[in-house]
């Protein structure tokens, strides 16, 4: 679609020639192939039908591919020649109006204020002329109350009106960007190069800018960023190299946890069974990759698997056994939150109990052995070179986990089920989508990260016993608040749990150094931490509603 702005007709001209040159080339490729597509999908086509028509089709793709790259360079040439035609006419009209409105907004504001000291001052003498002039009690408590919803409400008016002042000025020189990245996508054919994205998402940024609301959702991270910075200047050993690495070792096994009950709380649940599933998972690590270990698990021992296959079968049945004890704890407690609309709360609690005795009295609360050097390898630092500690296998792994639950939670269809669910379950169920199922899956997927995290830790401590894991739990429901995951429900991404998960990690190593090691210290601020998070999203929760 053409602009008819008089000032862009040198643009217009060449953006002609780009789509009659991208008619034949670019633009064509994507209807053929598409075209291709819906012949693949046709069941009712006889198969010698459909053979000959993609053939045909996709001889024609190749002579628009043909033609694409013969008139490569002429698009590139005419594409730029259409930027710098666009940026000549907007630039200086948009630099004009920002600056044009912002002396306005100034001017609105200096405004504002005057109008508000004006109207406080005459509500100010409307209420004591109304105690001077009413002697009986009840009704002046009335007038009174009257006053107040009157003066709130002119309080209101005149705030609402200074805003939508203000972002008439804003829309004025915003809509001069969106005509100059209208014309932009228009001339790449919606191709827009980083720097021109990045540009975009900064000016989108800085026109929906609202202080208060930076600071709702973001003043629990300012919080921490700036305790840090206290304590690196109280010590600046805290920022080395070994300091990060150890950092990023202990986090690489605790996002796993993270993750896990992020699904859970995405649907308004938690899950108090973390420490237990680390316990059992852990336990069940270490007693079968120690070949001397006199450990047994209600009297089965476990040493004869390492000893007879060998390390690589060993290592992958003690893998398996903790996915698969994790995962059926979960399940169960999925189970029945899922069918009988028991809060989570209650049914981790009961599991997480359970798993406990179990843990305990099978192994007659007897510490395990160390794992095998081979095991410990697995989970060791790479690429050590000279003082560099190297970076922690597990880091890795952990990456390789965060990458598959963000593609499960954004690209899925489980993951959109997901949100809906924990946003009003009622209404997913009206919509089609199964609770109980997507429930289930959620527990489920939770026991799956538990027990390859239990596994690792297994790996990390290289002993485990039926302690190893306890409060864990309150540290992962607490990285998942902090990174933004909603108690409410459906609120929440998977970067925000991995970033409140590095941050609590991060937090706790400080106050360790600070605090001399001293858990207690760190307990009363992990405890504060988790308040303060619960406040925010409840206060950004009421604002929703």
Not at 362 to 385: H, K, L, P, Y
Request: aromatic fraction near 10%; proline fraction near 2%.
């Amino acid at each position: 679609m053409e602009n008819q702005n008089p000032a862009l007709t040198r643009y217009n001209e060449i953006q002609a020639e780009l789509d009659s040159l991208r008619a034949k080339g670019e633009n064509l490729i994507v209807e053929l192939q598409a075209e291709v597509s819906t012949i693949k999908r046709n069941k009712k086509l006889p198969k010698e039908a459909k053979m000959a028509k993609i053939q045909k089709l996709n001889e024609s793709i190749k002579d628009a591919k043909a033609f694409k790259t013969e008139n490569n360079a002429q698009v590139k040439s005419l594409v730029k020649d259409a930027k710098n035609e666009l940026k000549s006419h907007y630039s200086p009209i948009y630099k004009a109006q920002k600056q044009e409105s912002k002396d306005t907004i100034k001017q609105l504001k200096d405004k504002y204020k005057a109008d508000l000291q004006a109207l406080k001052a005459t509500q100010q003498q409307e209420k004591q002329e109304t105690l001077s002039s009413i002697s009986d009690p009840q009704a002046l408590k009335a007038e009174t109350k009257r006053l107040k919803l009157i003066h709130k409400n002119q309080l209101s008016e005149l705030k609402l009106t200074y805003q939508e002042d203000v972002q008439k000025e804003k829309n004025k020189y915003h809509n001069i960007y969106l005509e100059y990245t209208n014309g932009l996508k228009q001339a790449t054919n919606d191709h827009l190069n980083v720097l021109e994205v990045v540009n975009g998402k900064a000016e989108n940024y800085a026109y929906n800018f609202n202080i208060k609301d930076f600071l709702m959702k973001n003043g629990l991270y300012i919080i921490i960023v700036i305790f840090m910075i206290v304590c690196i200047c109280i010590n600046n050993r805290l920022i080395s190299i070994n300091s990060i690495m150890t950092i990023l070792g202990t986090f690489s096994t605790k996002v796993f946890f993270a993750l896990g009950v992020a699904g859970l709380i995405l649907l308004a649940g938690t899950d108090l069974s973390i420490g237990r599933m680390v316990t059992l998972g852990s336990l069940f690590t270490c007693m079968i990759l120690n070949p001397t270990t006199t450990t047994k698990f209600f009297g089965i021992s476990f040493n004869g698997i390492y000893e007879t296959l060998g390390f690589v079968p060993a290592f992958i049945i003690a893998l398996l056994i903790a996915i698969a004890c994790t995962t059926l704890f979960a399940a169960i407690a999925g189970f029945f939150s899922a069918k009988f609309k028991i809060h989570p709360f209650i049914t981790t609690l009961g599991t997480s109990l359970i798993i406990w005795g179990i843990a305990g009295y099978g192994t007659d609360n007897v510490r395990t052995g160390t794992v095998s050097a081979e095991a410990s390898a697995t989970v060791s630092n790479i690429f050590r070179v000279g003082s560099f500690p190297g970076i922690p296998l597990t880091l890795i792994y952990a990456i390789v986990a965060i990458a598959i639950v963000w593609f499960i939670w954004n690209k899925t269809t489980f993951g959109k089920n997901m949100y809906a669910v924990g946003g009003n379950p009622e209404a997913a169920s009206v919509s089609g989508i199964s609770v109980f199922k997507t429930t289930l899956l959620v527990f489920v997927m939770a026991g799956i990260l538990y027990g390859f995290g239990s596994f690792f830790v297994g790996l990390q401590t290289g002993s485990s016993s039926s302690t190893l894991g306890q409060g864990w739990e309150m540290e992962a429901i607490a990285a998942c608040v902090v990174g933004g995951i909603s108690f409410s429900g459906g609120i929440g991404k998977i970067s925000g749990a991995v970033i409140g998960c590095l941050l609590f990690e991060i937090l706790k190593y400080y106050l360790r150094d600070i605090t001399g090691g001293s858990s207690d210290i760190t307990n009363i601020f992990i405890g504060v931490i988790i308040v303060v998070a619960v406040v925010f999203d409840s206060i950004k929760y009421l604002k929703k509603k």
